[in-house]
């Protein structure tokens, strides 16, 4: 939702500036005001501007066996993020979060400097994220914390899950 709406600012934008700069002469003849041309040019840079703050995706990458993360912030084919060490994590969990529709959508968190976390993955499907949660918990070699059924959070044996 939110990349259509910046991709109507930037087409509006990207539009207004094409008036404005291959559209008007303003300055070809001294004896016309050209404050309209100008404020029509201020409506498309904060349009092209709105754009693209709309239309910024982040992404978090994650390499778990050389244990670095990269936020990636992307417009378009335009990418900006590098690689960095992942901080010492402390635990992964499985969490169970509540979605508006009364539905459920289970996430895997590393969690690190005791309460802040990332989110690596998440879905509705129980089974598929407590499968990716030990799978994540093996290859850092730390605990998982299942967080799935409120009031019976406990820590799980990695063994037990196939």
Known sequence: MANNFGNSFLYIGTHIAGHVFFGYEPFLNRSVNATGDLSLFYIA???????????VVKNIHFDLNQ?????EYQVGPIKIGN???????????????AKAD???IYEVNLWYKRNR???????????????????????????????TV???ECWIDLDDIE
């Open 67 to 71: 244990k670095k993360l990269k936020e």
């Open 117 to 147: 976390h990332f989110n690596v993955y998440q879905n509705t499907h129980l089974n598929t994220v407590m499968l990716m949660g030990k799978n994540v918990a093996r290859i850092l070699n730390k605990d998982l914390w299942d967080a």
């Open 45 to 55: 840079v904060l349009c092209v501007s709105q754009g693209i703050l709309f239309s």
């Open 102 to 104: 009364a539905n459920f």
């Open 150 to 152: 409120p009031q019976k």
């Open 83 to 97: 690689w960095k060490n992942l901080p010492e994590i402390e635990y992964v969990s499985v969490f169970r979060q």
